[in-house]
Structure formats: structure tokens, C-alpha cells
């Protein structure tokens, strides 16, 4: 058995990569991550913990563009480390004129704390922030059990 230890990178296609670079410069950089590679049709940032990269689409990708509720993607979500984090990330989609799918909102079927904003890229690709107090329990019991040398599950 292998242990993932994490999500390394995310890529994704967009119809134009100016545009999607822009986008992704400003929303990123809020969230405090760095443009580190820029090379081709390629674009990534980076906040050291997780790297979200963007690519041009061909030609043929371009006339298929995401439809909401097909095969594929479906959303991505960015982990914010508190409720007020995600309020000061929908105020910052506000004034870019990003289109929110759904403001800042409790989600308590999805566990204890779920706050999240959900919102469009310029490819209506879904993105999410989120904060989860639950998750955040969960890692304090793994961390304390870990020290105390008892290893395992949260």
C-alpha cells in the first residue's frame, strides 16, 4: 500500500490563456500563492503546499468548451485557513466581477463548520473556498496521536 500524502498539482485546459492568466494572476495571488513557470501554452503557481497550473487548449478543445453537469471536472476546492478568509475572498470576487455560483454559506450536511464561497473561472470552470472546522479537528487528533506515538487514523 502507497500513502498519499497530498494533491502535488492541478492542471487545467482554458479557451484562452491571457485571459485565464489574468484571471488566475489576481485570484491566486490573493491567496497568497507565486506565478513560478510560465513556458509554451503553459502556465503554474505555486504557495508551496499545492501548484495549479493552467494550459492552452488545441484547436479541437476549444470547440468543446466545459458544460456544467457533463463528464469530467466538476470543481475544485482551495482550503482557506478561516470562516473570515472566505467573506474576504468573495468581497475580493466581488469587486473583479468574478460570477459567484453561490455566496459565503454554511454547509452543515457536509460536516461541522463547512463555510464556502463557490465561484467561475473565465471558462466557467467551478472553483471553491472553503474552510472545514471538522477537517481541522480531525488533524489536531491525528497530530496529537502522532506525537503520543500512537501512530494512525484521525
Partial sequence: MVRVVGIDHLAIRVTDLAR??????SLLGFMGFVREWEFGGVVGWNNWETMFWITQADAEGIKHPHVTGGIGYHHYAFELGAREEVDALYDFLLAHDVEIVDPPAAY??????YYAVFFLDPDGLK???MHFV?????????????????????
Avoid: I, Q
Wanted: net charge positive; glycine share 16%; aromatic share 8%.
Fill in 127 to 129: 472553483l471553491e473556498a
Fill in 108 to 113: 452543515p450536511s457536509y460536516g461541522e463548520g
Fill in 134 to 154: 471538522e477537517k481541522e479537528k480531525r488533524r489536531a487528533r491525528l497530530k496529537a496521536a502522532r506525537e503520543n506515538g500512537a501512530g494512525g487514523g484521525a
Fill in 20 to 25: 485565464s492568466r489574468r484571471f488566475y494572476d
